[in-house]
Structure formats: C-alpha cells, structure tokens
C-alpha cells in the first residue's frame, strides 16, 4: 500500500465497522424499538455506500437513486422525532439534525457526482457550511465524556454513562468519515 491509498483505506475500515455496528443495532438487537431500527439500517447503508466512495472505480448504486434515497434519509431524522400517538418535538427534532445532516452530505456528494457543479461557488457554500456542522457534532461527540476538555470533574458529572459514550463514539466518528469524505469529494 502506497502513501496515497493510506487515507481511503482507513475511510474504508472505519465505514466497515460502522456498518457491522449498524447492522448489528438494526437487525439483531432485541427490545430497541422500530424507529431506532430505521435509523441504524439508514445509517448501515450510509456506512456500506460511504466505504466504497474513496476508490473510484468501485460504485455502489447509480448517483441519481442515491441522491433521492440518501435525501429521503435525511428528512427521515428531523421528521420522525416524535413517536407515534405523541406529539411533535422541536427539541428532539434538533437531537437528530447531526444524523440529518450526514444523510444531507451523502445526497449532496452523490448530486454532486452527477451533475457539473464543481465550478459553482454556491456548491461550495454548501459543502463548507456540511463539513464544518458535520465536523462541529463530530467534536462535540467525540469529547463530550472527557471533563477535562469541558472543565468539570468526573465526579460531579452524572451524565457519564457507558451505553451514551459508546453511542457517541460511533456518532462521532461517524460524522468526522463523513466530514472527511465530503472534504476529499469536493
């Protein structure tokens, strides 16, 4: 392996593992209920596309179907925050806009893919503004569990719990793959 395939290589190993995570949450966990299903096989195949997009020669589905599937993904997050027979909740709405806007990129790299944005400075903006959200949940996931970074001690912090800081690591480097992939796609 050269220095060159060094970057898409470990893109490659982390979406692989995050699609056994997925797949492993989505299909054979017991008692998590249908919408958490959803979410983890959406984010299975996410994953499955994502490790196959740093080599080029190897195309998963058509850009096209993957733009319409991955933005159908992406309005799923936001709109299916309230359970059924609940009412609508901004606030969790808004806890699933860092899976929302993963969903965003995908049909954004795919549309970009098959379209001739690339000299739009629009497209751009638009790539700038996901990557650094994408980057910023990225951040925030990954140390939200180290007190030192946000100047508490560990034994005034209730919040730290093992199944929370398990899933916060796979949101966040989840979201850093995508960030990452979407920088080296535009």
Same mark, same amino acid.
């Given at each position: 392996?050269?220095?060159?395939?060094?970057?898409?290589?470990?893109?490659? +190993?982390?979406?692989?593992?995050?699609?056994?995570?997925?797949?492993?949450?989505?299909?054979?966990?017991? /008692?998590?209920?249908?919408?958490?299903?959803?979410?983890?096989?959406?984010?299975?195949?996410?994953?499955? +596309?994502?490790? *196959?997009?740093?080599?080029?020669?190897?195309? +998963?589905?058509?850009?096209?179907?993957?733009?319409?599937?991955?933005?159908?993904?992406?309005?799923?997050?936001?709109?299916?925050?309230?359970?059924? /027979?609940?009412?609508?909740?901004?606030?969790?709405?808004?806890?699933?806009?860092?899976?929302?806007? /993963?969903?965003?990129?995908?049909?954004?790299?795919?549309?970009?893919?098959?379209?001739?944005?690339?000299? +739009?400075?629009?497209?751009?903006?638009?790539?700038?503004?996901?990557?650094?959200?994408?980057?910023?949940?990225?951040?925030?996931?990954?140390?939200?569990?180290?007190? *030192?970074?946000?100047?508490?001690?560990?034994?005034?912090?209730?919040?730290?719990?093992?199944?929370?800081?398990?899933?916060?690591?796979?949101?966040?480097?989840?979201?850093? /793959?995508?960030?990452?992939?979407?920088?080296?796609?535009?």
């Amino acid at each position: 392996m050269n220095a060159a395939d060094a970057v898409p290589t470990m893109l490659t +190993v982390l979406f692989a593992a995050v699609v056994v995570h997925a797949l492993r949450f989505g299909v054979l966990a017991r /008692g998590s209920g249908w919408r958490r299903r959803v979410d983890h096989l959406l984010h299975a195949a996410m994953a499955l +596309v994502m490790a *196959a997009m740093p080599w080029p020669s190897v195309r +998963v589905l058509p850009e096209l179907p993957q733009t319409f599937f991955f933005a159908a993904a992406a309005l799923w997050f936001p709109l299916s925050a309230a359970y059924p /027979g609940q009412r609508y909740r901004p606030a969790a709405a808004v806890r699933r806009l860092p899976y929302a806007a /993963g969903m965003a990129a995908m049909a954004w790299m795919s549309h970009r893919a098959a379209t001739t944005m690339h000299e +739009v400075p629009a497209a751009d903006l638009v790539t700038a503004m996901l990557a650094l959200y994408l980057l910023a949940s990225a951040l925030r996931s990954l140390t939200r569990d180290m007190p *030192a970074l946000r100047g508490t001690s560990a034994a005034t912090d209730n919040c730290l719990d093992s199944k929370g800081t398990y899933d916060r690591f796979w949101d966040g480097t989840m979201a850093l /793959g995508t960030a990452i992939t979407l920088l080296m796609h535009h």
